[in-house]
């Protein structure tokens, strides 16, 4: 049998060895394929012949391409994104927007260890292009997020016989560092109390209420008065002769529990704000409110009718709650900020918005609600997310720990 491996020379006089494999058919046009390799050394050309045919005959040959990243996830994203909602399946391109400008124009199968660890590093350090200073380093979160939708790409291309390894899978996401750490996750009781009582006097102490009641941002945005069921006494107030008694609220015979539906959010999608409906059939839900929220929600009915009535016909009569004073509904990122800055006045631990909604659901579960029931009123869908993604601990929480070894362990 004749020799695959051809010798020949250059006109260099170089000497380099050359070998045409069949690589089977092409996947589009269907025909027999062969592909010609040229390499410098006889073994090299033997170790290459022998391993292309091994894979040719398992299927797993990686024949050579020029797609860069960006083609790959322009194919891979839709699919992936197809039936979620607008704003989680634009957190998946945002995740990726890093990547495809740092090594997007880049070929696939070229993109090597280092390349990702230097598109980390960037990052890091200076990828910051909006949200903060530009030029300064992204969060730990992001550049996890980032490197984690990347991986998911490139192993999709690596099942369709794109890549011969995932590459991305090498990398380490970066570990946690004091800055980062520095950022609670939930607050205290005490803290709780804490803001609220700067939030007390704030005009929006209804919304603060709702989302440390474990509401999401696009939940207290998107509530609108029509969505609340006003409690009340069944028969008058018979102290003050006013079915609606402020001063009585939430005690006495024939008391009924003021009630909202979440039936719509209001949230931010490529750059946007949108009115759309939760995120799945469990997001929608009625909840009974607490006296103090209801009470608030009240009083900031009653402001507004008079905000109303000072702007006259300026005024924006939207239906929706948590708005300016003409009426206007708050931006998302408005909300967050102010939640910000109450905060600082309030003198309480940094936790972002959404850290208000872990810390419902962390002191519900301390209070030995059921979680089944905390799952139901999140507006989850399994109480296993529940309990792996919002149930947190305190430091202050590890004394229960001591004193219930002290009592294990106590010799009478």
């Known amino acids: 049998m004749a020799d695959p491996i051809k010798k020949i020379t250059l006109k260099d006089g170089t000497t380099r060895y050359r070998f045409v494999v069949d690589i089977g058919r092409d996947p589009v046009t269907g025909k027999r394929t062969q592909k010609t390799y040229t390499v410098g050394l006889r073994r090299e050309a033997v170790a290459e012949l022998v391993r292309i045919k091994s894979q040719t005959a398992q299927g797993t040959y990686v024949r050579p391409s020029e797609m860069v990243l960006n083609q790959h996830l322009e194919e891979w994203l839709p699919p992936v994104v197809r039936d979620l909602?607008?704003?989680?399946?634009r957190n998946y391109a945002d995740a990726l927007r890093s990547a495809q400008e740092r090594l997007g124009d880049k070929q696939l199968q070229k993109i090597t260890k280092n390349d990702i660890e230097q598109l980390v590093t960037w990052m890091r350090t200076s990828g910051r292009k909006r949200g903060g200073e530009p030029g300064t380093g992204l969060s730990r979160r992001t550049v996890a997020l980032t490197l984690g939708r990347l991986t998911a790409a490139l192993e999709t291309a690596v099942a369709e016989g794109k890549l011969v390894r995932n590459v991305a899978k090498l990398v380490k996401p970066p570990?946690?560092?004091?800055?980062?750490?520095?950022?609670?996750?939930?607050w205290s009781q005490d803290h709780v109390r804490q803001f609220l009582a700067t939030a007390g006097k704030e005009r929006l102490h209804a919304a603060w209420r709702m989302s440390l009641d474990g509401l999401r941002r696009g939940e207290v945005l998107g509530l609108r008065w029509s969505m609340i069921e006003w409690g009340s006494f069944a028969e008058a107030c018979t102290a003050h002769r006013e079915k609606w008694c402020e001063l009585c609220y939430g005690v006495g015979e024939g008391y009924r529990t003021t009630t909202i539906r979440i039936e719509k959010t209001r949230v931010l999608v490529e750059y946007k704000v949108i009115e759309k409906d939760p995120k799945?059939?469990?997001?929608?839900?009625?909840?009974p409110l607490d006296a103090a929220t209801a009470a608030a929600l009240r009083a900031l009915w009653v402001r507004q009718a008079a905000e109303k009535l000072a702007v006259g016909a300026s005024y924006a009569?939207?239906?929706?709650?948590?708005?300016?004073?003409?009426?206007?509904?708050?931006?998302?990122?408005?909300?967050s900020d102010e939640f910000e800055r109450v905060r600082k006045r309030a003198g309480v631990p940094r936790i972002v918005l959404h850290g208000a909604r872990h810390t419902a659901i962390s002191l519900m579960e301390k209070a030995k609600v059921p979680i089944s029931i905390i799952s139901k009123w999140a507006g989850h869908y399994d109480v296993k997310f529940t309990y792996s993604r919002y149930v947190h601990a305190t430091d202050e929480d590890l004394h229960e720990g001591t004193a219930a070894l002290a009592a294990l362990y106590k010799i009478s």
């Open 280 to 287: 799945s059939s469990n997001g929608k839900r009625t909840l």
């Open 175 to 186: 570990k946690k560092t004091e800055q980062d750490q520095r950022v609670q996750e939930t």
């Open 317 to 335: 009569d939207t239906g929706w709650v948590v708005v300016d004073e003409l009426g206007e509904p708050v931006h998302p990122e408005w909300y």
């Open 85 to 89: 909602e607008a704003s989680s399946a």
